[in-house]
């Protein structure tokens, strides 16, 4: 990658333009923007995480390194394409005055008439959608799981500010389990009387999977502490014996039902990566999971 120091935004394009023409492809086929946000301890980790995200969807991917506010506004950036990107890539470093106002740098490098996304790693703000950064995209991804301090209050913060276009990945970890659980229901169509819910002791995606359940279903959903790895059960209670989908290593369940013998089932604990491909295929609200988030964020 190219090397840009104090730099600016048209500095930034230009070199995006000479990448190209170096790779031999002026045009590259890039299907959004995506934007990341990171301090500078998580860019490494978070651009891989994206680079392996753009061979679904390829993008131009903008890593926003935020630094220190103060001082003088200092823009540095790398520049390129190849090297197993999807598209063409670029990690810029603001520290200053600039860090205030870091969506005047990235405004000029969105692709024009394409989508824009933006992903927060690990700690984003409390209204994704009121964010200087989040303003300019249609699709705001968060991830409570990865914060570094306060999960549940994570969580909460985004049931808060929830608008059309937020999301979280520890509702699509939850991707495989919601199918598996209606999967269930439509073999067994019996009456839900309660539902039981174990994981880890602080796990956003089993707090979404409790109020998914709780939402759809219309009964007490209780939740159970465990060692993990993630969730590790789900109970649906009926008249006639419990459903249940069990996964204590993190890779393969057994489904248990009434009258029928216990089957494994694959389900395994998805990386990064996949979870991000799997947002950025679809940009629209996910209805369920604002219906979801909402009842989560009411008092039970």
């Known amino acids: 990658m190219m090397e840009l120091t104090d730099t600016n935004s048209s500095a930034i394009a230009?070199?995006?333009?000479?990448?190209?023409t170096r790779s031999g492809s002026?045009?590259?086929?890039?299907?959004?923007?995506?934007?990341?946000?990171?301090?500078?301890?998580?860019?490494?980790?978070?651009?891989?995480?994206?680079?392996?995200?753009?061979?679904?969807?390829?993008?131009?991917?903008?890593?926003?390194?935020?630094?220190?506010a103060r001082g003088r506004a200092v823009v540095n950036a790398q520049v390129g394409t190849g090297a197993g990107w999807g598209g063409e890539a670029a990690i810029i470093r603001l520290s200053g005055e600039v860090v205030k106002h870091a969506d005047s740098v990235v405004l000029p490098l969105l692709l024009p008439d394409s989508p824009v996304a933006i992903w927060w790693p690990h700690t984003p703000p409390a209204d994704p959608a009121a964010d200087p950064l989040g303003a300019l995209a249609k699709?705001?991804?968060?991830?409570?799981?990865?914060?570094?301090?306060?999960?549940?209050?994570?969580?909460?913060?985004?049931?808060?500010?929830?608008?059309a276009g937020n999301t979280d990945l520890a509702w699509t970890r939850l991707t495989a389990w919601r199918a598996l659980l209606a999967a269930s229901l439509d073999q067994h169509p019996l009456k839900v009387t309660s539902a039981t819910v174990t994981s880890e002791r602080t796990s956003p995606s089993a707090d979404l999977l409790a109020a998914w359940l709780r939402d759809r279903l219309k009964v007490e959903v209780t939740r159970h502490g465990s060692a993990g790895p993630g969730i590790t059960e789900v109970v649906m209670h009926t008249k006639q014996g419990p459903i249940t989908?069990?996964?204590?290593?993190?890779?393969?369940?057994?489904?248990?039902?009434?009258?029928?013998?216990?089957?494994?089932?694959?389900?395994?604990?998805?990386?990064?990566?996949?979870?991000?491909?799997?947002?950025?295929?679809?940009?629209?609200?996910?209805?369920?999971?604002?219906?979801?988030?909402?009842?989560?964020g009411r008092p039970t």
């Not at 230009?14 to 190209?20: D, G, K, L, P, S």
């Not at 991830?143 to 808060?160: F, N, S």
């Open 245 to 296: 989908i069990s996964r204590s290593d993190g890779r393969l369940a057994t489904f248990s039902s009434p009258g029928r013998p216990d089957r494994p089932i694959a389900l395994k604990r998805r990386k990064l990566p996949e979870l991000l491909a799997e947002e950025l295929r679809r940009l629209d609200e996910d209805d369920v999971y604002a219906a979801t988030i909402r009842s989560l």
């Open 26 to 68: 002026p045009a590259m086929g890039m299907v959004m923007t995506l934007i990341v946000v990171v301090d500078e301890d998580s860019a490494e980790a978070a651009m891989t995480n994206a680079r392996k995200a753009t061979h679904e969807h390829p993008a131009r991917v903008l890593g926003v390194v935020l630094g220190n």
């Open 14 to 20: 230009a070199e995006f333009t000479r990448a190209r």
């Open 139 to 163: 699709r705001r991804i968060t991830d409570a799981a990865e914060v570094h301090r306060g999960k549940t209050k994570a969580l909460q913060v985004q049931c808060e500010s929830y608008v």
